[in-house]
């Protein structure tokens, strides 16, 4: 059974959303399953997304944030075949991201916001034969830290 499941949260102005509850409290767990896709859409300041695909195989994760002061936290952990991708604009942002899984891919995209971008981070701890991650800042004061083993 092929089970597809999309989400998406959006704050237009200010404000916040969690996606599973405020301050990363359990997320939106999607536990030993396959063919799973989550997509979550932020705009504004200090949202979060957090998502837990652990066990799942052929999982997508989808999030996009623009504003600042923003957290998104995927984690795949014994989900080969899946993906990770992370696509934040604006400033003061940071993505945090856990991945087991072969054949895997991270994607974390922190871009300017009308020209403005600087202090993003971006934390990536893959453990995964044949998988790949790409981190790639825009802007200033930003910094990385990639852990693949």
């Given at each position: 059974m092929n089970i597809k499941m999309?989400?998406?949260a959006m704050v237009l102005v200010?404000?916040?959303?969690?996606?599973?509850?405020?301050?990363?409290?359990?997320?939106?767990?999607?536990v030993n399953?396959?063919?799973e896709t989550v997509n979550i859409y932020q705009e504004g300041?200090?949202?979060g997304a957090s998502v837990d695909q652990s066990g799942?195989?052929?999982a997508d994760v989808n999030i996009s944030q623009k504003g600042l002061n923003n957290l998104a936290t995927a984690t795949q952990s014994s989900a080969y075949n899946s993906d990770?991708?992370?696509?934040?604009?604006?400033?003061s942002n940071s993505s945090s991201n856990l991945q087991t899984?072969?054949?895997s891919t991270i994607n974390v995209s922190q871009n300017n916001l009308y020209g403005w971008g600087a202090g993003n981070s971006a934390n990536v701890n893959q453990t995964a034969d044949s998988s790949?991650?790409?981190?790639?800042q825009n802007g200033s004061a930003n910094w990385a830290n990639v852990y693949q083993h």
């Open positions: 999309s989400m998406i200010s404000g916040a959303a969690f996606a599973g509850g405020p301050g990363g409290g359990g997320g939106l767990p999607q399953s396959s063919n300041g200090n949202n799942s195989k052929y990770i991708n992370v696509s934040q604009v604006g400033f899984g072969d054949n790949i991650v790409n981190v790639t």
